[in-house]
Every structure is written in C-alpha cells, then in structure tokens.
C-alpha cells in the first residue's frame, strides 16, 4: 500500500518561490510516473504536471509552463515541484498522485490511482 505525503505550502506573496515534496510511504514508486495537479476553490482539480518514472519526460500545463519544474529523487522515493514566479491565481491546494499504466493519458486524473492529502499554497498580490 503507497502512501503520498505532500509538504513545503504556505503563503507566499506574488513574485516568491515555493518548493513541494511529495514522499512516498510503503512502496517504491520508482518505477512509476507521478503527477501533480491543483485545485482551488469552487473549482475542479486540474493537471499541473508530470514526471516519468525515470524523471526523463515531463511536461506542464500551458498556465504554469516555464515558472514550475517537476523532478524526482528516486533514491529518496520523492518528487518536487518547484514553483517560481508564483501569481495569485496559483493559490489552490496542491496534490501529488501516482499514475498507473502507461505514461500516456498523464492529464486525465481518473489515471491515477493513489493521492496525497494536500497542500494548501497561498500567494497574496
């Protein structure tokens, strides 16, 4: 049983960067593509980004292209995001899930079978 621990929110002010964690418990995910994705209030959970199972591939949603970057420690069994530039509208709670199957179909949510509780990243203009 995989257990997805997500950390490093908070709030920050607009322009600042913030570095998530998501730590995996009880079973290696090393061999396994992970994703992170947000959802903010009133709103549904969207796709932010992805990482291969070798951290060979990612790839990002258009609105956080360029500011944020996904990447693993497979050793550690953690993934990062690293979130520069952050804007306002960042502001939503950030998950981390793993994907099962192939790499592909990596946007859709209903691809991951196991998700963190969340962390809540705040960023005031």
């Known amino acids: 049983q995989v257990q997805l621990v997500e950390s490093g929110g908070g709030l920050v002010q607009a322009g600042a960067s913030l570095r998530l964690s998501c730590t995996a418990n009880?079973?290696?995910?090393?061999?396994?593509?992970m994703g992170w994705f947000r959802q903010a209030p009133g709103k549904e959970r969207q796709f932010v980004g992805v990482?291969?199972?070798?951290?060979?591939?990612?790839d990002y949603a258009d609105s956080v292209k360029g500011r944020f970057t996904i990447s693993r420690d497979n050793a550690k069994n953690t993934v990062y995001l690293q979130m520069n530039s952050l804007k306002p509208e960042d502001t939503a709670v950030y998950y981390c899930?793993?994907?099962?199957?192939?790499?592909?179909?990596?946007?859709?949510?209903?691809?991951?079978?196991?998700w963190g509780q969340g962390t809540q990243v705040t960023v005031s203009s």
């Open positions: 899930a793993r994907k099962v199957g192939t790499y592909s179909g990596y946007r859709d949510l209903n691809n991951y079978i196991t």
């Open positions: 009880g079973r290696a995910v090393s061999n396994m593509a």
């Open positions: 990482i291969s199972w070798r951290g060979a591939t990612t």
